[in-house]
T-cell receptor, first 114, second 113 residues
């Protein structure tokens, strides 16, 4: 597509439930990133995928968080046993390999954990 | 990453040039300066980047001082739609971990009618 697409745009869930957030990157972009932004805060790096290389998961805050990227395209961020502190906007971005860190971001998925 | 310092907020009159400063006094020779902005309720948007030469594109101009310790993003004719938080980021290109852009608090620019 023309841009990075994320779904759902809004998700309200109860504490303890699992959630899945989806990201469709720009066609042809080999790099995919997940960030999150808590209310009034800056962006926090979560995970990075580049082609067939092993992802960099160093930013994932706990083992309740995991992400996959299937076929080098669509990515899913999964949060298990959600906690209230997981409430944030989860942003996905993609870039061309070697494109000098020019990231194109999606509009984000706003997660609210009650 | 070199640490960047930006003012917390700025106002600019509609139609006037908006000049957003960024200090990066510890920048190293292979680090680029990037600018992104985030309009309310949207994802960040890339604006421009440069190494040591001044750069211009359809959105803005980037002026980097000769010693590279600071830079200024210039929006030549600010409109109300330019109201956003502007992030100055310094980062190497390539190499391990170079993709982990660190977004600080940025400058909240308010364009006033």
């Amino acid at each position: 597509g023309a841009g990075v697409s994320q779904s759902p745009s809004n998700k309200v869930t109860e504490k303890g439930k699992d959630v899945e957030l989806r990201c469709d990157p720009i066609s042809g972009h080999t790099a995919l990133y997940w960030y999150r932004q808590s209310l009034g805060q800056g962006l926090e790096f979560l995970i990075y995928f580049q082609g067939n290389s092993a992802p960099d998961k160093s930013g994932l805050p706990s083992d309740r968080f995991s992400a996959e990227r299937t076929g080098g395209s669509v990515s899913t961020l999964t949060i298990q046993r959600t906690q209230q502190e997981d409430s944030a906007v989860y942003l996905c971005a993609s870039s061309l390999q070697g494109a000098a860190n020019v990231l194109t971001f999606g509009a984000g998925s706003r997660l609210t954990v009650l | 990453d070199a640490k960047t310092t930006q003012p917390t907020s700025m106002d600019c009159a509609e139609g006037r040039a908006a000049n957003l400063p960024c200090n990066h006094s510890t920048i190293s020779g292979n680090e680029y300066v990037y600018w992104y902005r985030q309009i309310h309720s949207q994802g960040p948007q890339y604006i421009i980047h440069g190494l040591k030469n001044n750069e211009t594109n359809e959105m803005a101009s980037l002026i980097i001082t000769e010693d590279r310790k600071s830079s200024t993003l210039i929006l030549p004719h600010a409109t109300l739609r330019d109201t956003a938080v502007y992030y100055c980021i310094v980062r190497v290109v390539g190499g391990a971990g170079s993709y982990q852009l660190t977004f600080g608090k940025g400058t909240k620019l308010s364009v006033i009618p």
